[in-house]
């Protein structure tokens, strides 16, 4: 059974840190890339990061660059987003996905396997 397990997620003042945590199971981990999406309420799924299966080559949306950074530790199928100065536009439920590519941007469309989502919320 495939598996997407995010964790990490909870209440951080404007400006504060959180590590997401990205479990995945049930599947070749090392042919996927891995995304992770948020969306707030009342708005559009939005993709914020992914990190390349083929060369581990990065990308991050224009919101989160310089604040935010996808890592992956293969040994433990887990992807993390790290996520620094964050402010209260952050909040919102944070998905990871596998699926991919990671070239230029990261689409949902493209992802085939989701997660349950984490709940980020900042407050100011």
């Known amino acids: 059974e495939v598996q997407l397990v995010e964790s990490g997620g909870g209440l951080v003042q404007a400006g504060g840190s959180l590590r997401l945590s990205c479990a995945a199971s049930?599947?070749?981990?090392?042919?996927?890339?891995i995304g992770w999406f948020r969306q707030a309420p009342g708005k559009e799924l939005e993709g914020v990061s992914c990190?390349?299966?083929?060369?581990?080559?990065?990308y991050y949306g224009d919101s989160v660059k310089g604040r935010f950074t996808i890592s992956s530790d293969n040994a433990k199928n887990t992807v993390y987003l790290q996520t620094n100065s964050l402010k209260p536009e952050d909040t919102a439920v944070y998905y990871c996905?596998?699926?991919?590519?990671?070239?230029?941007?990261?689409?949902?469309?493209?992802?085939?396997?989701w997660g349950q989502g984490t709940q980020v919320t900042v407050s100011s």
């Open positions: 049930g599947f070749t981990f090392d042919d996927y890339s």
């Open positions: 996905a596998a699926g991919g590519p990671c070239v230029d941007g990261v689409a949902s469309t493209m992802y085939d396997y």
């Open positions: 990190i390349s299966s083929t060369d581990g080559s990065t």
